[in-house]
Nanobody, 124 residues
Framework: QVQLVESGGGLVQAGGSLRLSCEAS????????LGWFRQAPGKEREFVAA????????SYADSVKGRFTISRDNAKNTVYLQMNSLKPEDTAVYYC?????????????????WGQGTQVTVSS
């Protein structure tokens, strides 16, 4: 079992930055692929970014490519999402997810563990 706890959300103006963190506890974190997803009101949960267990490979949704960066520190059991140049359409609850294998997927159905989410609100 893996427990995930997100932090770092908040209210920011358009063009600003936020850094989300997700700390994991439980089983061996370093062998899990990790992803960030988001869900805006009235919309389905969507893929944002994912990272291989080694940190050597990443993937991003087209809507955030070039603005967001996913990274991980296996020594701290933590994955990060650095969000720059934020837009009002980035407003959503952001979720961290873990997949009990080393390679990531972009589908939320491929993930086994989820955090509770952290709210990100971008004002115009």
């Amino acid at each position: 079992q893996v427990q995930l706890v997100e932090s770092g959300g908040g209210l920011v103006q358009a063009g600003g930055s936020l850094r989300l963190s997700c700390e994991a506890s439980g089983r061996t974190f370093s062998r899990y692929a990790l992803g960030w997803f988001r869900q805006a009101p009235g919309k389905e949960r969507e893929f944002v970014a994912a990272i291989h267990w080694s940190g050597g490979s990443t993937s991003y949704a087209d809507s955030v490519k070039g603005r967001f960066t996913i990274s991980r520190d296996n020594a701290k059991n933590t994955v990060y999402l650095q969000m720059n140049s934020l837009k009002p359409e980035d407003t959503a609850v952001y979720y961290c997810a873990a997949r009990s294998t080393d390679y990531y997927r972009r589908s939320l159905y491929e993930y086994d563990y989820w955090g509770q989410g952290t709210q990100v609100t971008v004002s115009s």
